[in-house]
């Protein structure tokens, strides 16, 4: 009996998992495109200044390998599998707003891989404050480090 209800769990487990489904970058593009997801600020750096904060905010986070799409405005990355998340895939997209005085638009969406994780590598709200702090930083004259520092409160 007892070996039953774990197959049994197990299978509704499995079949949970396969019908899921797994988010890729290409997800992440087309939530962008629609225009239906993400977290956008404005910040008073330059566009080639938010690029390089961005890289950094991911590295600081535990990004894989970053893809740059400059001349689209653009870059997408992922973690890797976590002790409690299966990993996420994020996208930043940077661009100068003309109706915000010349302040450099940030958005940037995370999407968990597999999506009954109830945990996220990295959430939106949390590169936003990184990227803020980043921004502290260099107007402060500091150089960004590569060791994420403190988060700031």
């Known amino acids: 009996m007892v070996a039953n209800f774990r197959a049994l769990l197990l299978c509704i487990f499995a079949i949970t998992f396969m019908l899921s489904g797994c988010a890729s970058v290409n997800d992440v593009i087309a939530a962008k495109e629609s225009n239906s997801e993400g977290t956008t600020a404005f ?7 938010a690029w390089d904060i961005a890289k950094t905010v991911f590295r600081w986070e535990g990004s894989d390998a ?23 895939v994020m996208g930043a997209w940077i ?8 302040k450099t638009k940030v958005t940037v969406i995370t999407k968990r891989r597999v999506q009954t994780n ?16 980043a921004v502290a930083m260099v107007k402060a004259g500091q150089t960004l480090p590569a060791a994420a520092p403190p988060k700031a409160n």
């Open 43 to 49: 910040y008073d750096v330059s566009q080639d200044q």
């Open 66 to 88: 970053i893809e740059e799409h400059r001349n689209d405005g653009y870059m997408t990355t992922s973690t890797g599998v976590g002790f409690l998340t299966a990993g996420t």
């Open 95 to 102: 661009s100068t707003d003309t109706q915000s005085n010349g």
């Open 118 to 133: 109830l945990v996220t590598s990295l959430t939106e709200a949390t590169f936003q404050k990184r990227f803020a702090q």
